[in-house]
Antibody, heavy 120, light 110 residues
Framework: EVQLVESGGGLVQPGRSLRLSCAAS????????MYWVRQAPGKGLEWVSG???????GYADSVKGRFTISRDNAKNSLYLQMNSLRTEDTALYYC??????????????WGQGTLVTVSS | QSALTQPASVSGSPGQSITISCTGTSSDVGGYNYVSWYQQHPGKAPKLMIYEVSNRPSGVSNRFSGSKSGNTASLTISGLQAEDEADYYC??????????FGTGTKVTVL
């Protein structure tokens, strides 16, 4: 059974940093693309970043230059380093698995999310 | 990276069919057959319903179908049931090697 468990969320002041983690199990992690998607309270889904099996990376314009996605295939883990956080980054952050190895793949399994609140 | 355009709400009676549209550009929906659809019930994580325009993952009811014409993709739900009441989002691969979601559609079963 595929499981994705996010951690690392919390309350942080504007301008500070936070690192999210996603522990994956139930599939061969290094064979698939992985993604971060966020959802602000009461709002829609926003694609944040993705990383292919061979570490090709993409970012949404809203986070480019501030967020860094990475993966550790030995630890079956996905990460999102978030710097220079803004109040508009407040959201529930989901980790999701791609249904194939490339960034063009759909997101076929999702975690339950970790909440990031940026406020002074 | 503008969000794809979806109607804010669609409603139908049990047993009816409804269609949700998803309009993008030639740089996303129109340029690639990598359109997907997600169902999200309140307080839950999204669930993949359709991938690559018209393919259903294992376990998804055949009442759900997808199609695309030009820059617009569509999700049709046939034989509408109470459990289909949820938010639905389309998503597409883009020419920038990124992905983009739609604005979301609330489906109400009358």
């Amino acid at each position: 059974e595929v499981q994705l468990v996010e951690s690392g969320g919390g309350l942080v002041q504007p301008g500070r940093s936070l690192r999210l983690s996603c522990a994956a199990s139930g599939f061969t992690f290094d064979d698939y693309a992985m993604y971060w998607v966020r959802q602000a309270p009461g709002k829609g889904l926003e694609w944040v970043s993705g990383i292919s099996w061979n570490s090709t990376i993409g970012y949404a314009d809203s986070v480019k230059g501030r967020f860094t996605i990475s993966r550790d295939n030995a630890k079956n883990s996905l990460y999102l380093q978030m710097n220079s956080l803004r109040t508009e980054d407040t959201a529930l952050y989901y980790c999701a698995k791609g249904e194939k190895w490339e960034l063009l793949s759909s997101l076929d399994y999702w975690g339950q999310g970790t909440l990031v609140t940026v406020s002074s | 990276q503008s969000a794809l355009t979806q109607p804010a709400s669609v409603s139908g009676s049990p047993g009816q069919s409804i269609t949700i549209s998803c309009t993008g550009t030639s740089s996303d929906v129109g340029g690639y057959n990598y359109v997907s659809w997600y169902q999200q019930h309140p307080g839950k994580a999204p669930k993949l319903m359709i991938y690559e325009v018209s393919n259903r993952p294992s376990g998804v009811s055949n009442r759900f179908s997808g199609s695309k014409s030009g820059n617009t993709a569509s999700l049709t739900i046939s034989g509408l049931q109470a459990e289909d009441e949820a938010d639905y989002y389309c998503g597409s691969y883009t020419s920038s090697n990124t992905r983009v979601f739609g604005t979301g559609t609330k489906v109400t079963v009358l």
